[in-house]
DNA sequence: TCAACTTTGTGCATGGCTTCACAAACGTCT
DNA sequence: AGACGTTTGTGAAGCCATGCACAAAGTTGA
């Protein structure tokens, strides 16, 4: 039986990182009342090359009309598909300190498919306050049951040395996507997915190439590398 | 004369993504007083093989010793300057709400040649308040040159349909070197770098991954592809 | 209906990154 | 001093991603 060839085949990693870029520039398009857009003017609008997102969009099957381009609807919408998007992705947020309070109010978070359903601190002084609605509890609910709705995605906001031990108790949930902001590097069995998110290491980043642009500029004078 | 190999040299861009979570470790072991690391040891707590480690070490010189392993203190100090850490990075953060507030609050921040020496956001309401000891301006400020001290990277925290505006006051006040937390694309001339930390992108390569191993338990049973 | 024009989807080449595998280098022990 | 075990640094190979270029496919207009 034929499937949704975004289901069956294989989607690069580096495809499916550039997936959510588009469905975002294309949601704003369908905002904005345009009904259909070419590759070239998508790519512009997302910062890449346009035989890239043609290649891209093909592996989620082929959905562009030649010599038209690509219907916005249609095409955020298999956009939304092959991501998951469609379905309801339950989200606890474990730390709820600066950051976890800065994501738990964050109202994007929502927008697509993701919905926060628990938040998690061990503090005491913590525990019992409302965001967003929801009432801050001690992780050791989350291994009772029937306290907490299912879960499909745990994002770690405790501080470094508490992660593992967090993301050991996620785990143990059941729970198998984790988001960390915690600069730590996690073990986990496998089958489960990790993905971090860390502010120092993007810093770092950007001062490794703030020092070469000065040392350019200091030992070449004016003329820079073409 | 002979400089620096790491200044001298071509780092490719993944290998400047890993030392600052080589870098992160080695400073753990520092404190805990280790002396020496294998490329064996030092990749298992990274999470990467050792043969990837020793080539990213190879291009900011040779600072292991065979038989031995690489001196903890030195190779960190050796990343550092790779890194462009032992300069100091005066930061500016662009939009003091929920996320602004975290950010600036982050201790983790200052540890490692970065320092907050600005804040701005329009919002009057939110103009003249101290966080961490420094007093939230407004942005027009940016542009008096007597008002702020020099500053070397920016981090935009403004809601995204303000993000381009934002980048273009800070570009033009002499910065080129941007981490952007909106949902946005943004243009910059060249010779700015720009790097994007976004949640909602995590959570959607979190939820397509989710999917297919949702995917491949109920529609093939306990067989997966080969 | 047919020709001219536009844009997609993709085979192929190119380049960069990762992994393997091993010689060279170092310390240690006898 | 010399043999032995360990670990680094790196050529070579394989793999993946990117970019080019074009045939195929569709639209539009006469
Ligand atoms: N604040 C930022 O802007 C920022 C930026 C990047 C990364 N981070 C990282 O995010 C994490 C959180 O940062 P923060 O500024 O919110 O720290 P924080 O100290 O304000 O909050 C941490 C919270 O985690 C809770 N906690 C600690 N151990 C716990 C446990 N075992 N179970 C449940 N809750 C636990 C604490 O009670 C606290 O409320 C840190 O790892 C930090 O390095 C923060
Ligand atoms: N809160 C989160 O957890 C989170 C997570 C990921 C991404 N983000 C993104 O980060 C950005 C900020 O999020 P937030 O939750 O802090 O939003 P927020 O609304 O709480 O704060 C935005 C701040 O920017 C200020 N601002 C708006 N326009 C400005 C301008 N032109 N110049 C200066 N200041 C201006 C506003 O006054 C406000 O204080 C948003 O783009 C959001 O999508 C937030």
């Not at 975004?6 to 990182?17: G, K, N, Q, S, W």
């Not at 785990?171 to 198998?176: E, P, R």
Request: include cysteine; charge should be negative; charged fraction near 20%.
């Amino acid at each position: 039986m034929s499937a949704d060839p975004a289901l069956r085949r294989e989607i690069p990693d580096a495809t499916v990182a550039r997936l959510p870029e588009y469905l975002r520039t294309l949601s704003r398009l369908a905002e904005d009342g345009v009904p259909s857009v070419s590759s070239e003017e998508l790519a512009a609008a997302v910062g890449v090359r346009s035989a890239q997102l043609r290649k891209d969009l093909s592996h989620l099957g082929s959905y562009g009309v030649r010599g038209v381009g690509y219907d916005v609807e249609t095409l955020a919408l298999e956009i939304s598909r092959a991501l998951g998007l469609t379905e309801d992705w339950p989200v606890a947020i474990v730390g709820m300190g600066n950051l976890g309070h800065a994501l738990a109010s964050y109202s994007g978070f929502v927008t697509k498919g993701f919905r926060i359903v628990a938040l998690f601190d061990d503090d005491p002084a913590l525990v019992g306050e409302r965001v967003v609605d929801i009432a801050i509890r001690p992780l050791a609910e989350l291994d009772d049951k029937h306290a907490v709705d299912p879960i499909s995605i745990g994002v770690i906001a405790t501080p470094a040395q508490a992660a593992q031990a967090v993301c050991d108790r996620l785990v143990g949930a059941g729970i198998s996507s984790i988001l960390n902001f915690a600069p730590a590097v996690l073990s986990v069995p496998a089958g489960v997915d990790v993905r971090r998110v860390d502010l120092s290491t993007e810093l770092q980043i950007l001062a490794f190439h703030a020092q070469r642009k000065a040392l350019a500029a200091g030992h070449l004078g004016t003329a820079v590398v073409s």
